[in-house]
């Protein structure tokens, strides 16, 4: 197994880039090869992910998530198997580091898509990502639980609306 | 037009070897040949290739989810499911010359598949009491007669109003709202005789009655425990995810009594490994459990676990789970370790080893998915049964992370969107508080009757108006004797059907067939096009939209019918609004989104390609139980043991069959051929008990209330089942279930253990 790691210096505090990243169906705004994510539900998103012709769809499932600490996570794809951690340690109150480590388990894609390429690929992304942040400077109210082992833990005690009688 | 097979011949029986695998292009072309032989190449192009699509028809047949919307194959459905929309979609009618030729009587001698055979209902008819002929009758009369029969009863309890789960959404919130206008909780449905007990076990335990696991789940879970179900025939698009499973590195386990072919290996139709190829293998393992046997295998099971733990602490329990999110541990844990392994082995008759080598499956797996359906559900056990289930997934953490969960896959189409819409005799206040501060009357408190109890109703005289929104009662419904007397004394009963079945000729005085639209067929109301919605058995809420011209212009749909007959019954001053809701469906879905929790702009996001999810709140992390945690529970009951010179019988489908109506008489898996009345028994059983492979018998059934059941005529077929146990096609052996053998907290029929023995005739 194959580990990337990529880190850029982010100037905002540890919050906003935290918070700009759990946003994750915003990410085709500023991720050239990032070109549709969806959140099916809190610990599962949906990725269509591009690299000029080649294109890849997959699910990744997040393990582990702690606000204004760090997000782990594994994806479903047999072909494309790999899993990750982005991790946010706070320089001073105004600038984060951003460190992204990904292991690859499986990679079988075209030829083109080499280990270096995708290092090369992770750390433009994480460019777009400096450059989009700093540019906005907020990224508003997003979800603060955690996710331990694939499990929620909310904040608050605000269970989802839904019918909750006996189902037969 | 096929050979009516009366119910008390047997057919000529052949026999062929056991499939060990399913689907592939044998079941492209069964469905195929039953669909052009049903109606048209145009009409079968129609609902196959518009069947689970995103703007098309909704499958009828079962309640397994579909794909994401751009995920869905071209022919994104079964065999059964094709052969189930093209029996709806057939050009056979059934017209008022039939019933001039045809007597209540003479119909009443026929099998529920030569009625099915005869085509779709045309216009509504009328058994007047004491006529032994049905008649045509205008709606008017005809509703207008259910109407003022309702309005003469001394009580509104004196009516009940069963659902069947291919009612719509709409319909369903519909019928309840009418029956609580008119002032009665009499709703029993099709539930209660097929999940109710996995409701009760997951409500009690995790707060949610509904299945816990998506489609996404499924495929990449670590290991999938199928138990007590066949996939292969009751909902084999379930085998195109296990698929999945497998080819993601999965590992499926199956625990049932019969090898089902389905369990075995899938040959996918849509995959060239599936039509030249040997297809993908299902099941890793095979644990061939006695019946009912399986509440003591997961005991056992988590008494291993427990050791597992003992010897290696901190490796094998997920105590972050069970201390932050659980109760009842200790107690559990105490209960368990006491657990037997000689009563274990007697009533799983599994091998130690075998249970161990689950153990170890067990060990192995991050993420685990246990499936289930009616080889669970119909024990008198079964809520124990479930409920064991449950604290075995809670012991590794299996509840509430991708990948894990409990998954009832319940059976038909839009059983579990009915409950949600009310359909259900014990609705909580809030439901019945919301009601009446939308539509200003006050809906009855007091409890009414589930299936069981509606039909003692019938019999002991305290119901005397049925009337089934769908389905067929009375084939469905266990203890067939008993059932049809109930029947029989009730002074009125209506049935709004597609086709004609065996509950429109067991009739009470008087009896009403309203026929009406079927899912296929479009919709088109004062107010345009219309669409319903259903919700899927891991709740999806999405739309479905007719395709077919209507078999007939007389048909209303589901919703007509309901609106004029609450305008009928209600009267002038009703407060709730049934023109309007009979023109325009989106205004009951309006209603629907301010009364049911989580359907809020309901209109607007069922819209959306594929609907919406109802969150569940397991996977949110709550559990809605009194104490907010998930609740680990302490479980007693018997398997089932026959005294000697017994079995115990499982009533069970075969596969060409769709719930009570039978396709043909073959059941191509098991290798049976031509007759349906037989009676599946272990070879060494036939062998001690002084019998042979094709000997005709009586079976008769054992109960304590001293009533002799006897389904007469049934051939014995030495097969595959564990010793002590059998297997018999239902309806036909619904007459050996004594309506109250059943789970006692969720009051669903035992229809899988039965005490029988065999009289040769």
């Known amino acids: 197994m194959r580990t990337l790691e990529v880190t850029a210096e982010v100037a905002v505090p540890i919050r906003t880039a935290y918070d700009q990243w759990t946003r994750f169906e915003s990410f085709p705004r500023f991720m050239s090869t990032v070109r549709e994510v969806e959140q099916v539900r809190p610990a599962v998103t949906r990725w269509l992910i591009g690299l000029g012709p080649v294109t890849r769809e997959f699910h990744a499932e997040i393990l582990e998530q702690e606000p204004d600490s760090h997000i782990s996570w594994r994806s479903w794809d047999r072909r494309l198997r790999h899993a990750g951690t982005v991790s946010f340690t706070p320089v001073d109150p105004q600038r984060t580091l951003v460190t992204i480590a990904v292991r690859c388990a499986t990679w079988t894609g075209p030829g083109v898509v080499t280990l270096p390429l995708v290092r090369r690929t992770l750390a433009a992304e994480l460019e777009h990502f400096r450059v989009f942040i700093e540019g906005v400077g907020d990224a508003g109210e997003t979800w603060r639980g955690t996710i331990h082992d694939g499990r929620l833990k909310h904040l608050k005690n605000q269970p989802p609306t839904v019918p909750g009688w006996q189902h037969g | 037009m096929r050979t009516p097979s009366h119910e008390e011949t047997p057919g000529e029986l052949t026999r062929t070897e056991p499939k060990d695998w399913a689907a592939g292009v044998p079941a492209v072309r069964k469905a195929l040949e039953y669909s052009l032989s049903e109606t048209t190449p145009r009409r079968t192009a129609?609902?196959?290739?518009?069947?689970?699509?995103?703007?098309?028809?909704?499958?009828?047949?079962?309640?397994?989810?579909?794909?994401?919307?751009?995920?869905?194959?071209?022919?994104?459905?079964?065999?059964?499911?094709?052969?189930?929309?093209?029996?709806?979609?057939?050009?056979?009618?059934?017209?008022?010359?039939?019933?001039?030729?045809?007597?209540?009587?003479?119909?009443?001698?026929?099998?529920?598949?030569?009625?099915?055979?005869?085509?779709?209902?045309?216009?509504?008819?009328?058994?007047?009491?004491?006529?032994?002929?049905?008649?045509?009758?205008?709606?008017?009369?005809?509703?207008?007669?259910?109407?003022?029969?309702?309005?003469?009863?001394?009580?509104?309890?004196?009516?009940?109003?069963?659902?069947?789960?291919?009612?719509?959404?709409?319909?369903?919130?519909?019928?309840?709202?009418?029956?609580?206008?008119?002032?009665?909780?009499?709703?029993?449905?099709?539930?209660?005789?097929?999940?109710?007990?996995?409701?009760?076990?997951?409500?009690?335990?995790?707060?949610?009655?509904?299945?816990?696991?998506?489609?996404?789940?499924?495929?990449?879970?670590?290991?999938?425990?199928?138990?007590?179900?066949?996939?292969?025939?009751?909902?084999?698009?379930?085998?195109?995810?296990?698929?999945?499973?497998?080819?993601?590195?999965?590992?499926?386990?199956?625990?049932?009594?019969?090898?089902?072919?389905?369990?075995?290996?899938?040959?996918?139709?849509?995959?060239?490994?599936?039509?030249?190829?040997?297809?993908?293998?299902?099941?890793?393992?095979?644990?061939?459990?006695?019946?009912?046997?399986?509440?003591?295998?997961?005991?056992?099971?988590?008494?291993?676990?427990?050791?597992?733990?003992?010897?290696?602490?901190?490796?094998?329990?997920?105590?972050?789970?069970?201390?932050?999110?659980?109760?009842?541990?200790?107690?559990?844990?105490?209960?368990?370790?006491?657990?037997?392994?000689?009563?274990?082995?007697?009533?799983?008759?599994?091998?130690?080893?075998?249970?161990?080598?689950?153990?170890?499956?067990?060990?192995?797996?991050?993420?685990?998915?246990?499936?289930?359906?009616?080889?669970?559900?119909?024990?008198?056990?079964?809520?124990?049964?479930?409920?064991?289930?449950?604290?075995?997934?809670?012991?590794?953490?299996?509840?509430?992370?991708?990948?894990?969960?409990?998954?009832?896959?319940?059976?038909?189409?839009?059983?579990?969107?009915?409950?949600?819409?009310?359909?259900?005799?014990?609705?909580?206040?809030?439901?019945?508080?919301?009601?009446?501060?939308?539509?200003?009357?006050?809906?009855?408190?007091?409890?009414?009757?589930?299936?069981?109890?509606?039909?003692?109703?019938?019999?002991?005289?305290?119901?005397?108006?049925?009337?089934?929104?769908?389905?067929?009662?009375?084939?469905?419904?266990?203890?067939?004797?008993?059932?049809?007397?109930?029947?029989?004394?009730?002074?009125?009963?209506?049935?709004?059907?597609?086709?004609?079945?065996?509950?429109?000729?067991?009739?009470?005085?008087?009896?009403?067939?309203?026929?009406?639209?079927?899912?296929?067929?479009?919709?088109?109301?004062?107010?345009?096009?219309?669409?319903?919605?259903?919700?899927?058995?891991?709740?999806?809420?999405?739309?479905?939209?007719?395709?077919?011209?209507?078999?007939?212009?007389?048909?209303?749909?589901?919703?007509?019918?309901?609106?004029?007959?609450?305008?009928?019954?209600?009267?002038?001053?009703?407060t709730v609004p049934w023109d309007t809701f009979e023109a325009d469906y989106g205004a009951i879905r309006d209603r629907i989104s301010r009364i049911v929790p989580g359907f809020g702009d309901f209109n607007a996001r069922v819209a959306e390609p594929g609907g919406f999810a109802l969150p569940n709140p397991v996977n949110e992390g709550f559990f809605l139980t009194e104490t907010g945690t998930a609740q680990f529970s302490v479980n007693t009951g018997e398997a089932p043991h026959a005294p000697p010179g017994h079995l115990v019988l499982q009533t069970l489908r075969s596969h060409d069959q769709w719930n009570t109506i039978p396709y043909t008489d073959d059941d191509r898996y098991r290798g049976i051929h031509g007759s349906r009345r037989i009676v599946m028994v272990n070879a060494d059983d036939l062998t001690e008990l002084g019998l042979a492979e094709g000997d005709l018998v009586d079976v008769v059934s054992v109960w304590g209330d001293g009533v002799e059941r006897r389904a007469p005529g049934f051939r014995l077929v030495p097969y595959p089942t564990p010793r002590g146990c059998a297997a018999a096609y239902y309806p036909e052996t619904n007459v050996l279930v004594p309506l109250d053998h059943v789970d006692e907290t969720s009051g669903q029929p035992a229809s899988k253990s039965i005490t029988v023995r065999f009289e040769r005739v």
């Not at chain 2, 069947?164 to 009665?184: D, P």
């Not at chain 2, 495929?219 to 497998?246: F, I, M, Y």
């Not at chain 2, 809670?394 to 991708?402: A, C, I, T, W, Y």
Request: proline share 5%; hydrophobic share 35%.
């Open chain 2, 46 to 574: 129609l609902t196959l290739l518009t069947m689970n699509q995103v703007t098309g028809i909704d499958c009828p047949g079962c309640a397994w989810p579909d794909p994401a919307p751009g995920k869905r194959h071209v022919n994104e459905y079964c065999e059964n499911g094709a052969k189930h929309i093209n029996d709806e979609a057939t050009s056979k009618r059934v017209t008022r010359e039939f019933f001039a030729q045809h007597s209540v009587s003479d119909l009443a001698q026929r099998s529920d598949q030569w009625l099915n055979d005869q085509g779709r209902l045309t216009e509504p008819m009328l058994k007047r009491a004491g006529s032994d002929h049905y008649e045509p009758v205008a709606w008017r009369e005809a509703i207008g007669l259910l109407a003022d029969e309702l309005r003469s009863l001394d009580s509104p309890d004196e009516a009940t109003f069963y659902t069947s789960g291919r009612v719509s959404n709409e319909a369903a919130f519909l019928l309840q709202l009418f029956a609580r206008a008119y002032g009665t909780n009499n709703l029993p449905d099709c539930s209660n005789m097929c999940h109710e007990s996995s409701g009760a076990a997951l409500h009690e335990t995790l707060g949610t009655g509904k299945g816990t696991v998506t489609l996404l789940d499924l495929q990449h879970a670590d290991l999938v425990l199928l138990v007590g179900q066949n996939p292969g025939s009751n909902h084999p698009r379930q085998l195109s995810a296990l698929e999945e499973t497998k080819l993601n590195g999965g590992r499926i386990v199956a625990i049932n009594p019969l090898p089902e072919a389905g369990l075995k290996r899938f040959k996918n139709p849509q995959k060239p490994r599936g039509v030249v190829g040997r297809g993908v293998d299902i099941a890793d393992r095979f644990l061939q459990v006695r019946i009912g046997g399986d509440l003591a295998l997961f005991r056992a099971l988590n008494r291993l676990l427990l050791e597992a733990e003992d010897a290696a602490p901190g490796t094998v329990l997920d105590r972050d789970f069970i201390d932050t999110s659980t109760s009842g541990f200790e107690a559990f844990s105490d209960h368990v370790r006491s657990t037997d392994w000689d009563q274990v082995l007697t009533d799983t008759g599994l091998t130690r080893a075998e249970i161990e080598g689950l153990r170890d499956e067990v060990l192995a797996s991050d993420r685990v998915v246990v499936c289930w359906a009616m080889g669970l559900t119909q024990h008198r056990h079964a809520v124990p049964t479930i409920r064991e289930i449950v604290n075995f997934l809670m012991l590794r953490g299996n509840l509430g992370k991708p990948g894990s969960g409990a998954c009832p896959v319940r059976g038909h189409s839009n059983v579990q969107g009915d409950r949600t819409m009310g359909i259900w005799e014990k609705m909580p206040d809030g439901f019945l508080d919301a009601i009446q501060q939308e539509f200003g009357f006050d809906p009855p408190r007091h409890h009414g009757v589930d299936a069981v109890k509606a039909i003692h109703a019938m019999h002991d005289g305290d119901v005397k108006v049925f009337l089934g929104m769908a389905g067929n009662f009375v084939s469905a419904a266990p203890d067939t004797a008993y059932t049809e007397e109930a029947m029989r004394r009730c002074r009125l009963t209506a049935h709004v059907s597609t086709k004609l079945n065996r509950s429109h000729v067991v009739t009470g005085e008087a009896a009403l067939i309203l026929p009406t639209l079927g899912r296929t067929e479009v919709d088109v109301q004062d107010g345009g096009p219309q669409f319903v919605t259903v919700e899927n058995s891991m709740s999806v809420v999405h739309q479905s939209r007719g395709k077919l011209e209507p078999s007939s212009r007389l048909l209303l749909s589901e919703v007509a019918i309901l609106c004029r007959l609450a305008r009928a019954t209600l009267g002038p001053d009703t």
